[in-house]
């Protein structure tokens, strides 16, 4: 009884030939039988007639004559597969445009050796072409992606991808590709980010959205991918199939963007800080540490241009090792290189050790490791104004919006010079100004002095000490210099008094004293339209006012009295009773603190009296 689970025959065995003869025959579908050697042993009529023409011909002739000798071996690879294995193998061949699958089945002996095989070759062009077709459209489709198109492996393998892989990013021949890639095509810093992600995937079924960066041939250039993916299960395996869209130029022009507005927020800052401080250092300053935060420059200074010695003077400096360089200014003599600055061009030196030092001590190119440098002039109206220097310790690839920012960077250093040369010109003016104003007073002060002899160097008296008093009181020096005016023009509105009443040595009348007493009144009037001297007014006008409210012109009594005025009033009468006068001999310093103590809580603030004393004690009138 036959072995039912025998799947092979004896096709040309005894009493079998006739019966396979009449089942093959009449197929359409070119049948053969072949040794293992490939000699034929049977073929029926499709068979002959594509390859052989009769059947005679065919019979006992070696099947890979009738092929080249390529595809010969191919299919003796393919039979002796057959032999080893004893399981049928296919494969598809293309025979004058049309498109067979041949199938070679085992056949097998008695003794349980193959020594016969079947070869039956179905004509599948319609249904190959479909499948060619559809694998061609879906390869179109796949390389047409603008990006990768890739299947990733459990192991993190890429084993499936397309052109853009193969041609931007591994950079190899088709023949050259092999099997797999791995993960070395990715970005050192993504790696293991990626290497995550992908077995989150494959294991938890998680949907991949990332950015990675790919080495292009290996690096170190590099392409962003938008990939995305998720898992898909191929023979039991989970994989990972996505697609990497390539968004390198749209993160370059995001990250331009970004750093056009860091720019933009950084300049405006630095525009705070010029407009929010008369301190050029302090402005300079914030421009120097923009420079090396935003550039990453190793090092910068910033020069101001004195014309009149054609120097530059180093005012401030960032990222140097040492502070050698800062007390290093640059004096520019006739033929000396540096000249180039005042030129108003950029210079660029690559390299300093070719071609820098006549432009950078080499002192400080050796200390500092310098390797490039720039120099950007700073113009203020058409003038070189000051020098913007940066060093770098290593080549140095700068792009043109961050030059543009340097050069802002520099623009804005010398609106800072200018506002600073302007303050100082404007201080230096108003100096004058003020020197005038109080020369001009101390000028007033003399010529009242010389008008009534009696009194000359009174008013200078007068004016030191009340300034020696005020200064015990706490009173700080910007209101200091008010009163050294006010005491100055204490005297200021006896101008109105005639000469008759002024220089009278004997007593005045009742009429010459309400005269008298107008003088206040009238360096109010006199000084009052000067706005310059309106913080002095308060001594001219009130200095004989009394504690009790007894004194004028206007009565005041106490704390209404403006305190100048109330310290003056003491000093006032401590020298005129001190000195020698027309109508009296001068006291001696004991009766004078007496009679001052006397009119304490009257005449004069009694806080006043007991600061007065303690700063007079010991002296002398």
Known sequence: MPDETDNHADFTGSGSEMSFSSLFSSLSEPVFIVDPEGIILYANAAFCTRF???????????????????????????????LRSRNPVSWDDEWEGRI???????????????????????????????????????????????????????????????NYIRDQVV??????????????????????????????????????????????HGGPEFRTLLMTGSRMMINENPYLIGVGIDITERKEAEE????????????????????????????????????????????????????????????????????????????????????????????????????GKEYIPASLIESEGFVEYYAIPLIVKGYVSGLFEIFQR???????????????????????????????????????????????????SHALDLRDKETEGHTQRVTEMTVKLARAAGINDPELAHIRRGALLHDIGKMGVPDSILLKHEGLTDQESTVMSRHPAVAFELLSPIAYLHPALDIPYCHHEKWDGSGYPRGLKGEQIPYAARLFAIVDVWDALCSDRPYHKGWSQEKVLAHISSLSGKHFDPKVVELFLNLIQGSSC
């Open 52 to 82: 052989c023409r009769t059947q005679p011909e065919c019979t006992g002739q070696n099947y890979y004559d009738l092929l080249s000798p390529e595809l010969a071996e191919q299919r003796s690879i393919m039979v002796r597969e057959v």
């Open 394 to 444: 290593k080549p140095y690839t700068i792009k043109q919006d961050s030059l543009d920012f340097l050069h802002n960077l520099a623009g804005q250093a010398a609106m800072a010079i200018e506002d600073y040369q302007m303050i100082r010109k404007l201080h230096h003016a108003n100096q004058d100004l003020l020197l005038a104003y109080d020369a001009t007073i101390e000028g007033w």
């Open 100 to 162: 067979l699958r041949n199938t070679v089945y085992p056949a097998q002996l008695r003794q349980g050796e193959i020594s016969q095989l079947l070869v039956i070759a179905l004509d599948i062009t319609d249904i190959g072409l479909l499948v060619k077709n559809e694998k061609v459209f879906s390869k179109s489709v796949i390389n047409a992606i603008p990006g990768s198109f890739y299947v990733i492996d459990p192991g993190g393998k890429f084993t499936a991808w397309n």
């Open 256 to 355: 331009e963007l970004n750093r056009q507005i860091q720019h933009m927020r950084a300049l405006k800052e630095i525009d705070n800080t010029i407009r929010g401080t008369t301190d050029i250092y302090l402005s300079l300053k914030s421009i120097l540490e923009c420079t090396l935060s935003e550039l990453q420059i190793d090092a910068a200074d910033l020069f101001l241009f004195d014309s009149n010695s054609n120097t530059f003077r180093f005012v401030a400096g960032r990222g140097f090792s040492s502070t050698t360089y800062e007390r290093e200014s640059i004096q520019l003599r006739e033929g000396d290189a540096r000249g180039v600055f005042l030129e108003q061009k950029v210079l660029h030196i690559k390299n300093l050790a070719d071609g």
């Open 171 to 216: 950079g190899k021949h088709e023949s050259e590709m092999g099997d797999i890639i791995g993960m070395e095509y990715i970005h050192q810093d993504d790696r293991q980010m990626m290497t995550e992600k992908i077995r989150n995937i494959i294991e938890a079924g998680d949907e991949l959205i990332t950015e990675a960066r790919i080495l292009v």
